[in-house]
């Protein structure tokens, strides 16, 4: 059940029209407020280690900034305050990006021109439950990412694969990691594809998530 107490929203983006006008959507939704905006990463964390107890429900995080950008604000969040609800922000579905943003403790990540309509429901998704991915960056997860995985077998060298698949590391690293030709481990990736009903290293990376068998 909502109360009258507004949720408490922060703006870290380095674009001030924007910043302007996102603040004025979210003032449109009734149920939030924009506390405090920031114009990069580096400002944002500034004021979190002097307003320690500061109350925030949630914040909208720029990817690309000047100074401190997205992902190295990301990172320290991780570090100092991983009980913050983060959503990324970005022009682009640049995959690798989405997964480093991730799994590095972002809870969602929207493109700058998504709907308003579908920015009020990610808002309110991670606010009150914690996660919210669109259909673009969960991979087209289906059904199998709410189903039981003790149904699924996975074999400890496919456990190991999707960790090292949760990682910044690229295929041919993970093969190399692994002690496993590039062949191999293309052939793991589209057996678990297969197996998991995912289309995309997004979607393992959110089955991981999802399922504990990474933990962020």
């Not at 990817?63 to 401190?68: D, E, F, I, K, S």
């Not at 990301?74 to 570090?79: A, P, R």
Request: with cysteine; net charge negative.
């Amino acid at each position: 059940m909502k109360t009258n107490t507004k949720s408490k929203i922060i703006i870290v983006d380095d674009h001030l029209l924007f910043s302007q006008s996102l603040e004025l959507l979210i003032k449109s939704f009734g149920d939030y407020e924009v506390t405090e905006r920031f114009e990069n990463g580096k400002v944002f964390i500034d004021y979190l280690q002097s307003n320690q107890s500061a109350e925030i429900n949630l914040v909208l995080l720029d990817v690309n900034m000047p100074v401190l950008d997205g992902l190295s604000t990301m990172k320290w969040l991780k570090e100092n305050r991983p009980d913050l609800n983060v959503i990324a922000l970005s022009v682009n579905d640049d995959e690798e990006i989405i997964i480093k943003m991730i799994t590095n403790g972002a809870k969602g990540y929207l493109l700058k021109d998504t709907s308003p309509e579908i920015f009020k429901d990610a808002i309110e998704c991670v606010i009150e439950k914690g996660f919210y991915f669109t259909e673009l960056v969960s991979g087209m997860l289906l059904n199998k990412v709410n189903s039981d995985p003790n149904k699924i077998c996975l074999k400890e060298k496919e456990i190991l694969f999707i960790k090292h698949a949760c990682t910044e590391m690229t295929y041919k690293e993970i093969a190399s990691q692994m002690c496993l030709s590039p062949k191999t481990i293309d052939g793991y990736r589209e057996s678990l594809f297969d197996k998991l009903e995912l289309k995309t290293r997004i979607g393992l990376v959110l089955y991981a998530i999802k399922h504990k068998i990474v933990l962020v």
